[in-house]
Every structure is written in C-alpha cells, then in structure tokens.
C-alpha cells in the first residue's frame, strides 16, 4: 500500500461521509407523533415528511456496572466543578481484537474478514486545536456556574484496526489528537471515552456494517459522563430492549458494496427507557415547534442505512427533552449524530435536556443555554467532527 496517499485519499471521503450525516436535512417540521406517557412498549411510527438518511461518518451485553449511588443535592453546578486531568487515556495496555487479521481497502472503507468496515483516520492538529478554543470561549460565555464538558468520541479504528496497518502508516491514532485537544482545553472536563469502551470491545458497541457505535457503547460513555458529573445514572435494568436484524449501515454503501460486509448483516438494537419523559421538536431557528417520543420505528424507514433514524429521525431539529426529575440539573449537548444514542441513557440523569446539533442550528447556542438555566453543556461528537470541518460550525453558533 501506498500508505500516505491512502490516508489522505480516505480520511478526505470519510469526513466528506462524515459531513453528510443524516443526509440534507429538512427544515420542516415532521408530523408530530403522539408520545405515551410512559414510552415502553414500541417505538413511534416516522414522521410522514422525515429528515434524510443518516448516510455519513462522523460516525447482547448487559452492563454489569451498578447505577449511581450519588443522588445527592448538587443544585448548585459550581460546586460540581472538578479539577480533570486533561488527558484521555488511562496507561493500561489495549490491544486490538483480531490483532493479525488481514483487510482490503474497498471504496474509502478497510473491509475485515467477518465484514467489519472502518473508516481510515488522519487528520492534522490545528481543527482539533480550534475546536478547543471554541470549547474554551463557550466557557468564557457561559461562566462559572455551569460545567462544561468534552466528549471527543474514539471511532471503531481506536478499538479494531489491527496494529500493524498503524505500525504500516495506513491510519493515524486518534488518541493522540483526543489528547491534544484536552491539554488545549482551560476550565473543560474531559470525558475519557476510549478507558470507558476498550474493555468491552468483545461486546457489540459499535455496529460492524456502520459507521456508528451502538446505542450500548453510548451508554457506556454516558455512564462515564454521568460519573464525572456527579448525577445519577439508569442501569441497563431500567430499559427495554428491542432488535431488529438484516442490518447494513452506512459503510456498506461507503465500501461499494463490499460482499464481506452484504455477505454478514447483523441486529441494530435500541433500548428505550422506561421512565416518563416528553420531548418537543423545534425548527432549527426555534420558529416552529411540535411535540413527539425520541424514537422511530425502523420499519417506517427506506433502507436498513437509515435505521439510525429511530433516533430523533434524524439531527435537524432541536430536541428538548423534560424528563420530570427534580436534580436541579440542566444539561445542553452541542453534537453530532454520535449523541443520538448517548442522550437517551441520561433521562434519568437530568431535568431537562437540549439537544442541538452543531451542523444545523440557526440560532445562538449560548443564548439557548441561558435562556433555559443550563447547569451542564456537553459538547459531544466523535474524532471525525471535532477535528475536521464540523467544528466550524460550533463558533458560528456562538
């Protein structure tokens, strides 16, 4: 392999991929879908005018770690504070599953036997670094009240690109630019998502035939977010689980149709909570608004890619979330589509949560934050977004 040309050739159609998530999204309003009051059972049909296809990167287990304990009062975020070492990575030694395997590249995807995808990574230092210092004037706007929170989201490269394609040059680390970002950041906790998912690499947390995690690799990161944030957290108990198999995600269109991957479909599963909540959809410039449940069924939707869609149906709303819990805890998450399937394992986590999308708000994000008493902002999204052109977006909606 060339390797250099490689990375440059596929990092460019991966954020190009990435860029395009969730397809172009349309800025009206789906028909509102009435929510049950208690969202077990199933999930809501698709809003008969939806947003487009989650078709680009940015993007059985049960958890066995208990809920949190901590319920104590912390009404008051500054006192939630913490002093973080701003590095993402414990010094435990990962290595990757499937260490020996051998890939080919098809289209910009490096395929692996069983037909696992994953989009190559290698992108310079300055984005990411701008990223911080956007993260850092969110801080500077928003002052000392409320906790301000990194989580830039390791890609399947992290956990099953055997070693040698990076001893090979074929694909960069991320770790070392999720590291750059955090020693960039001043007043920011850093949310250390790869120590929360490499000991569970064996378990299903990212989807093989997708550019996504799943939704259990989110909760994992969740729970990791919910420790730091001193909030309490639902186990796994707490949901109900559904499935759906024929899976093929994005990366089977991204690999040309590789047939290691057609060949070898797997389940897209979801876990919907079971607590009470609503959720509220507005127009990205909050013009309109309509009430509706934060999943969709996949039935309703054109192609096993757009499955990712029973999340929110998509990233071109804002999303308010009441979840009737009095923690005295507010939390925004600045995202991309990464967070659709993190937000829904902190209902039991905050009060009200907003979920805005940094690609397609219209409106002024600190203004949102301090308009609704945010106590918490996240800012969420993987590798792919916060060090490349996704970023940008972040300050243009200062």
């Not at 077990?40 to 287990?61: I, K, L, N, Y």
């Amino acid at each position: 392999m060339n390797t250099k040309k490689i990375i440059s050739a596929v990092v460019f159609a991966g954020v190009l991929l990435l860029t395009a998530c969730n397809g172009e999204q349309q800025n009206s309003a789906p028909v509102s879908v009435p929510q049950s009051s208690s969202a077990v059972s199933t999930t809501e049909s698709a809003p008969t005018s939806t947003a487009s296809t989650t078709t680009s990167a940015e993007s059985t287990a049960v958890s066995t770690t208990e809920s949190s304990s901590d319920t104590s009062d912390t009404s008051d975020a500054s006192n939630v504070i913490i002093s973080a070492d701003n590095t993402s990575t414990d010094a435990t030694p990962f290595t990757p599953p499937n260490n020996n395997q051998d890939g080919e590249m098809s289209g910009s995807i490096l395929v692996l036997p069983g037909g696992r995808g994953i989009m190559l990574y290698g992108i310079g230092y300055e984005p990411g670094r701008n990223y911080a210092a956007t993260v850092n004037k969110y801080k500077e706007e928003l002052g000392k009240n409320v906790n301000v929170y990194s989580m830039v989201i390791p890609t399947q490269v992290s956990f099953y690109l055997p070693e040698k394609y990076f001893d090979e040059g074929v694909s960069d680390r991320e770790l070392p630019h999720i590291d750059d970002i955090n020693e960039n950041l001043y007043g920011i906790i850093p949310i250390d998502v790869f120590s929360a998912l490499k000991g569970h690499v064996e378990e299903d947390i990212f989807y093989r035939t997708d550019h996504h995690w799943t939704q259990l690799g989110a909760y994992y990161a969740a729970q990791a977010f919910a420790n730091t944030a001193k909030v309490p957290f639902d186990d796994l108990s707490a949901y109900d689980k559904y499935e759906k198999d024929g899976y093929l995600g994005t990366l089977y269109g991204s690999s040309e149709q590789n047939p290691e991957i057609g060949n070898n479909p797997e389940t897209f599963f979801w876990y919907v909570p079971k607590r009470d909540y609503t959720a509220t959809y507005y127009d990205p410039d909050l013009s309109n608004s309509f009430d509706g449940g934060y999943f969709f069924n996949p039935d309703n939707f054109g192609s096993t890619a757009e499955w990712n869609l029973t999340y929110m149906c998509g990233d071109g709303h804002i999303v308010h979330v009441n979840t009737g819990l009095n923690t005295g805890r507010k939390l925004m998450i600045l995202k991309d589509s990464y967070a659709d399937s993190l937000t829904c394992n902190l209902f039991g986590s905050f009060d009200d949560i907003w979920i805005v999308d940094m690609r397609y708000c219209e409106t002024s994000a600190v203004q949102l934050a301090k308009d609704n008493g945010i106590t918490d902002l996240l800012f969420c999204s993987c590798t792919f977004s916060a060090t490349a052109d996704n970023q940008y977006r972040l300050g243009e909606i200062m």
